[in-house]
Every structure is written in structure tokens, then in C-alpha cells.
């Protein structure tokens, strides 16, 4: 059975950092695409971060570009997200999601709140 399970949501102030894990069970991770999706209230699920299963292409939405840095490990069958700067508009459920060309996973997700 796949699993990915999210960590290290929770509330900050504007201007602090956060850093989420993912860990995978069931599958390899080195074999997959892994990527962070963020949905705000009322909002659609975005992508955030993603990295290809070598670490070799790495991408950012605009909103985080130079914010936050997306890394895994393929030994340990995690990824995780290191969000620095926080704003109110990162404000979300943050889901992790492992993808190959034929399947795509999700994790339960992990909320992260920013509000002064």
C-alpha cells in the first residue's frame, strides 16, 4: 500500500519559516517525480515545488521563487520543503505528491497557517 505522509505544518508569523517533510512507503521513491501542491482556502490546488526522481530539474512557482527550497533524499524516501519568509498568502494545506508517467500519488496533506 503507498503512503505519503506530510509533517510540519502548524501557525507562524509573518516572516518565519517552516519546514515540511514527506515520507513515502509502498514505493521507490528514486523512481518517482516529487512534488509540493499548496491549496489555499478556497482555492484551487497549486503546485509549489517539484523535483525530477535525480534532483536534476528542480522548479518553483513564482510566488516562492527564492523563498522556499524543495530537496529529497531518495535513500530515505522523503522530500521535503524548506519555506523561509513566510506571508499570509502561503496560507494553505500543503500536499505532497510522488508521479510517474502512469500513476500519481497523494499524501493526506499538512496545514500551514501564517497570520500575525
Known amino acids: 500500500q503507498v503512503q505519503l505522509v506530510e509533517s510540519g505544518g502548524g501557525e507562524v508569523q509573518p516572516g518565519e519559516s517552516l519546514t515540511l517533510s514527506c515520507s513515502a512507503s509502498?514505493?521507490?521513491?528514486?523512481?518517482?517525480?516529487m512534488g509540493w501542491y499548496r491549496q489555499g482556502p478556497g482555492k484551487q490546488r497549486d503546485l509549489v515545488a517539484d523535483i525530477s526522481s535525480e534532483s536534476d530539474y528542480i522548479s518553483y512557482s513564482d510566488s516562492v521563487e527564492g523563498r522556499f527550497t524543495i530537496s529529497r533524499d531518495n535513500a530515505k524516501g522523503t522530500v521535503s520543503l524548506q519555506m523561509n519568509s513566510l506571508k499570509p498568502d502561503d496560507t494553505g494545506v500543503y500536499l505532497c505528491n510522488a508521479q510517474t508517467l502512469d500513476v500519481n500519488y497523494w499524501g493526506q496533506g499538512t496545514r500551514v497557517t501564517v497570520s500575525s
Open positions: 509502498g514505493i521507490l521513491t528514486r523512481f518517482f517525480n
